[in-house]
């Protein structure tokens, strides 16, 4: 029997005994296994537009899922409704449910052996985020947007700069006796200016810092001054002529590369033959310099958790090591699929059967320097953005809308934009030239600056 | 609904006493304008996955959203809870956006016109959990009759049925019971090395009969499983500009993307829109008229009232090529000064309205489809999407075609894989030489998002061709 002994860190409430309760009457009611989720959450946002409050939001919700078994069929059902009455037709509910759907032999959750809690403080829970006088939460906002603002006489407009601040706190509880809770906070300052050209054509680009306690945070200022020139380096971008030249992703846009990667090499996407790395386990997907790993135990980390969502505990998983596939990210539906074993990446919400979730999901860093890669370059591009959503992950085709900047002879020459950059995953894992070493976790997925070859630029 | 029929009255208990009580606290930090949004909204959800159900859910969710305007402020504030307590400490939370004496009265409330779109005799989250079981297998085992390299199928039928009722300051009083119904079928396919994927899918503000007389399941079955199959033989698409015919239906989404989002009147009165002060001007080929209608009976994105309470309308956005009008929602006609057109969406009670599309499509025009084939020397013909993307203030969009055929010597002939199409929404319609007399709407699975907030909408445009877009292909 397994279960969460941690002191809770984070709000008070009484969701532990509503989720209890709920699994408690499940079973009375003929349930063979059932599983509870429980949440209580609040919010505070504030948006500030050319100096002046545009949107101020502030509120508090809760709610309750059921997932329970009648063998092996499972139903699901959600309220929010936290009422005696309304808690008591949830759990009939689901039941009931139960009895429609179909026979499935790998379903059910985790054996009572795999459940348990990642031991000690993860960092995830902070009560500053909400310790703020209103007008100094305000004043973040304003803060942010003035310093883009000010910062160049071409930044003319904004969608303004925001200040937003949540917390919630979070149950489990299952019909082995497993009951876990846990809190976690959020902070952000966002900056959203637009800058406009002598011609009237304008660029609109953001910044933004995230973090789970206000101590972590970088200054409103700083936000705003980068969302600024973020969005001056964009004036004047233009079109260019279709070609193949190395791709520079920044950052932002390599995170965007490798949730293409997470979702293929999710358990849900594997044993369903929708992966192009389906089968792959053990081989060669990718270039010798390419390490991907999953840990949901990284102290403070956005996707750090003690378990997952079916309470097994969270762990450190190398996904890809040098290359080599070494491991799907599963649930333990997926791993009984898969005849393998839960990797405590179960994700779901607040109704339906898990799926798979990513804890902190990272591309390992290399050594190059950022500025480097790109002095590198004698003709490529510096992609920092793009659009669409022409990712095909049963066969790893690539096809999106890009922008970014011109690299001539390893200068950052001008902006382009209305262009396409398009592959194929497969190759693009293999032709990944270089890796930077500017990792930062900026959210649940991470990656440094990567070069990749081969891939081709559709323009005029 | 009558006052009989309200349920916020006889489930909740609220009476229009407490309403005014709700208004009068939103505005006593002197608001201009406070409305109540209240929700109340059932869903289901079902699905076959390896010929199995393996799952079925439903769930309850109902909230009270205050919203209080001032000036271009807005205060916002929620409750999950319809306690007379909790909703007056969000309307106390909302008005202090506000700063002084109450300045604005609440107005007697009265219920103005409202259309009648959706013949729904009894909604589908209310119908027998095992018709929709009969439905999803249905499409399964159509689906995998098909073709036997149809390797995995997933069906799924969802539903929800959404009761509303809003009150504003300024008098307004709005109901409305608004179900909405949705199939979808997704097939891989498998022949060798080669893998593919379709996907189809439909639905409206329909019952579930909708599905056994109009559409039946196996229609949307056999339209993923060709689509899956068509991709098995694809071919990488050309890259670079060419001649661009799109199919009639989904594509639609092109107007979506292109220009839709950028006639949005929050942006416009901001000044962030690449369509802002182009009001009177040419954005489009004169062949072009582009509509924004709410009021087509049982369509995805039609709504009888707007979530702010105002009737749902026909809007000309672009007539002949000349840009006539915005979408615009209560903020934005008061403080532009023009007139509201309907267009107030928000996901749920919490979160708060903005100018959004309903159902957006381009009129039919004069040309055979096949004569606009025909013109096109080299080029392509983008038969179906997934989906599109814009930046609304540099007004570059992209959108991905699942369905796409090269065009040779004024034919179709190859199917191609991994084309994305991007272009400028001001002088993408420019481009537009030929309509087609074909007009479709999609059949009911489009979902917009916008600033995190999600709601349904349709999309239309007759058969069409764009003398230049750029087509991004791996093609040599």
């Excluded at chain 1, 607040?350 to 799926?355: L, M, Q, R, W």
């Excluded at chain 2, 809007?315 to 090529?321: A, D, N, P, R, S």
Aim: glycine residues 12%.
């Amino acid at each position: 029997m397994a279960a969460s002994t941690e002191p809770v860190i984070g709000m008070k409430t009484d969701l532990r005994e509503i989720a209890a309760d709920v699994v408690a009457r499940a079973m009375r009611y003929g349930a063979t296994s059932a599983e509870a989720i429980a949440r209580e959450g609040a919010e505070f946002s504030v948006n500030v537009r050319m100096g002046q409050v545009e949107v101020l939001k502030e509120s508090g919700s809760r709610s309750l899922g059921v997932r329970a078994f009648s063998g092996q069929r499972a139903g699901s059902t959600y309220t929010s409704d936290l009422t005696g009455d309304g808690i008591e037709r949830m759990v009939r509910g689901a039941l009931e449910l139960a009895r429609v759907t179909s026979e499935d032999p790998h379903a059910g959750i985790p054996s009572p052996d795999q459940l348990g809690s990642f031991p000690g403080d993860l960092k995830l829970y902070y009560d500053d985020v909400y310790s703020l006088a209103p007008e100094e939460r305000i004043e973040y906002a304003r803060r942010a947007e003035r310093a883009a603002l000010d910062f160049d006489p071409r930044i003319k407009n904004s969608d303004g700069g925001s200040f937003e601040a949540a917390i919630g706190q979070y149950v489990l509880a299952n019909s082995h006796g497993f009951v876990g809770e846990y809190g976690r906070s959020h902070c952000s300052i966002v900056a959203m200016p637009i800058a406009k050209a002598d011609d009237g054509s304008m660029q609109s680009d953001y910044w933004y810092s995230s973090a789970r306690t206000l101590s972590e945070l970088t200054s409103p200022e700083e936000v705003g001054r980068t969302a600024a020139q973020r969005a001056l380096r964009r004036l004047g971008a233009r079109k260019i002529a279709s070609t193949r030249v190395p791709l520079i992703f920044d950052p932002q846009m390599a995170r965007s590369l490798l949730g293409n990667i997470f979702e293929a090499v999710s358990g849900d996407s594997i044993y369903r033959g929708a992966s192009f790395l389906q089968g792959m386990l053990g081989k060669k997907v990718a270039g010798e310099n390419v390490t991907v790993i999953d840990d949901g135990t990284l102290p403070g980390g956005f996707g750090s958790s003690p378990f997952d969502d079916e309470g097994v505990p969270t762990q450190r998983t190398v996904v890809i090591e040098k290359g080599i596939l070494k491991s799907y990210l599963l649930n333990s539906y997926t791993a009984r699929k898969l005849g393998l074993k839960t990797t405590g990446n179960a994700s779901r919400g607040i109704t339906g059967n898990p799926v798979t979730g990513r804890g902190n999901f990272f591309f390992e860093k290399g050594a190059c320097p950022p500025a480097q890669i790109i002095a590198g370059v004698k003709q490529g591009l510096y992609v920092t953005e793009m659009l669409g959503h022409g990712v095909n992950l049963v066969t790893g085709d690539f096809s999106q809308g890009a922008g970014g900047l011109w690299i001539e002879n390893g200068e950052l020459a001008y902006p382009v934009e209305e262009i396409t950059v398009a592959g194929n995953l497969k190759d693009m894992l293999h032709n990944i030239a270089e890796v930077g070493d500017d990792l930062e976790f900026r959210s649940s997925t991470a990656a440094p600056t990567l070069r990749i070859e081969g891939m081709t630029i559709a323009g005029e | 609904m009558t006052d009989n029929q309200n349920l916020f009255f006889h489930k909740f208990g609220i009476t229009p006493q407490d309403l005014q009580r709700y208004l009068t606290e939103a505005l006593s930090a002197g608001g201009d304008y406070a409305d109540l949004y209240f929700e109340y909204q059932t869903s289901s959800s079902i699905a076959v996955d390896e010929s199995m159900i393996k799952s079925a859910s439903q769930g309850i969710s109902a909230g009270c959203g205050v919203r209080v305007l001032a000036g271009e402020r807005t205060g916002y504030a929620y409750s999950d809870d319809l306690a007379p307590e909790k909703i007056m400490r969000a309307a106390r939370t909302a008005a202090l956006i506000a700063r002084g004496p109450a300045q604005q009265l609440v107005q007697g409330f009265h219920e103005g016109h409202a259309h009648q779109l959706y013949q729904v005799p009894s909604p589908s989250v209310d119908a027998d959990i095992a018709a929709k079981v009969d439905l999803v297998m249905r499409a399964d085992s159509a689906a995998r009759a098909y073709d036997a390299r149809i390797v995995q199928v997933r069906a799924s039928f969802a539903d929800e049925l959404r009761q509303i009722m809003i009150v504003g300051s300024d008098g307004t009083f709005a109901t409305d019971v608004q179900p909405l119904a949705r199939f979808s079928v997704m097939c891989i396919a498998k022949s060798g090395e080669n893998s593919s994927r379709g996907s189809a899918g439909g639905g409206g503000r329909v019952g579930i009969e909708y599905f056994v007389k109009d559409k039946p399941p196996a229609s949307f079955a056999q339209e993923a499983a060709r689509q899956a199959i068509i991709q098995l033989d694809a071919r990488e698409a050309p890259a670079g500009e060419m001649e661009v015919v799109l199919g009639p239906g989904w594509p639609g989404v092109l107007l979506h993307e292109a220009i839709g989002h950028g006639l949005e009147a929050d942006f416009n009165r901001k000044g962030t829109s690449a369509f802002t002060g182009m009001l009177g001007r040419r954005v489009a080929s004169e062949k072009c008229t582009v509509v924004d209608n709410g009021t087509l009976p049982s369509r995805r994105g039609s709504i009888n009232v707007d979530d702010e309470g105002s009737p749902t309308q026909e809007t000309v956005l672009i007539e002949k090529g000349i840009l006539k009008g915005y979408l615009s929602d209560k903020l934005s006609s008061r403080l532009m000064g023009m007139p509201d057109t309907g267009n107030g969406r928000r996901e749920s009670y919490a979160h708060i309205p903005m100018p959004r599309m309903t159902n957006t499509y381009m009129l039919s025009g004069n040309d055979n489809p096949e004569d606009i084939i025909r013109s096109v020397n080299r080029g392509v013909f983008a038969a179906n999407f997934g989906g599109g993307q814009v930046d609304i203030t540099n007004g570059k969009f992209v959108f991905s075609a699942s369905e796409a055929y090269l065009i040779e010597n004024g034919r179709i002939t190859a199917p191609l894989k991994n084309c994305t199409l991007v272009g400028n929404g001001p002088d993408a319609l420019t481009k537009v030489s030929m309509v087609g007399n074909d007009l479709m709407l999609d059949e009911g699975i489009g979902t917009c998002g916008k600033d995190g907030q999600s709601v349904p909408v349709c999309v239309g445009i007759p058969t069409i061709k764009l003398d230049s877009m750029t087509v991004g292909g791996t093609a040599r």
